[in-house]
Structure formats: structure tokens, C-alpha cells
């Protein structure tokens, strides 16, 4: 969904912001997998069906209707993943796993800002 700020969005604040949370998420998904491989683990590449309503519907807007759509849909993912990330920070004994989550925690907190 980040990656349709750039096209989609009206204002330019939040296409830029897409394209960095993209660039970031990839980066992120790519060491994610890198550490699943290594413990035997093979990591889903499609989202799921109800992201992918989601995605399919945000394709559709432009402009203010795409820049409410997805301020909306941010803030109810960082809510989503917040927990999740917190619990992986404080309960891994993966320090590699901890860091990557401290990471995503991090830049999750720099693009609610």
C-alpha cells in the first residue's frame, strides 16, 4: 500500500512518506526472511486475502479520498503491529530478531510522528 502513496496520493507529504515506509518495509521484509531462513522457517509473500481487499480498494482512490484512505489505514496497522512488536522486543531471546523489531518499532514511531 505504500508504494501507491506515490501515485495515488494528493498530497505530497504523504506520497514521499509511502515511498520511504516502502523502501523500509522491503529492507525490513528482507531481513526478516533472511532470519526465518535460517531457522527453517519460509515467510508468506503475498499478502492476505483481507490486505489484499484492502490494497485492491486504495488502487481505486486518488487524491484526498486516497490521502484519508490511507492516514486511516496506517494508523490501524501501527495499532495492529505495535503490540506485536513490543512483545517480540521483550520476550525473544533472538537479539537478532529483538533488533528488528526494535528497528521496525523505531521507524514505525518516526512515520506516526
Same mark, same amino acid.
Given at each position: 500500500m505504500? +508504494? =501507491?502513496a506515490a501515485s495515488h496520493a494528493g498530497r505530497s507529504d =504523504? #506520497? $514521499?512518506l509511502g515511498a520511504t515506509i516502502a523502501k523500509d518495509l522491503t529492507e525490513n521484509q528482507k531481513a526478516l526472511a533472511k532470519l526465518a #531462513? #535460517?531457522?527453517s $522457517? +519460509? =515467510?508468506t509473500t503475498a499478502p492476505s486475502a483481507a490486505n489484499q481487499k484492502i490494497i485492491d480498494r486504495m488502487q481505486r482512490l486518488r487524491g484526498a479520498s486516497f490521502d484519508r484512505s490511507y492516514v486511516r489505514q496506517f494508523t490501524l496497522a501501527h495499532t495492529h503491529i505495535k503490540p506485536s512488536l513490543e512483545s517480540q522486543i521483550s520476550t525473544s531471546k533472538n537479539k537478532d530478531l529483538v533488533k528488528l523489531a526494535t528497528d #521496525?518499532? +523505531?521507524k514505525l514511531n518516526s512515520y506516526a510522528a
Open positions: 505504500a +508504494t =501507491l =504523504l #506520497a $514521499v #531462513a #535460517a531457522h $522457517v +519460509t =515467510l #521496525a518499532r +523505531t
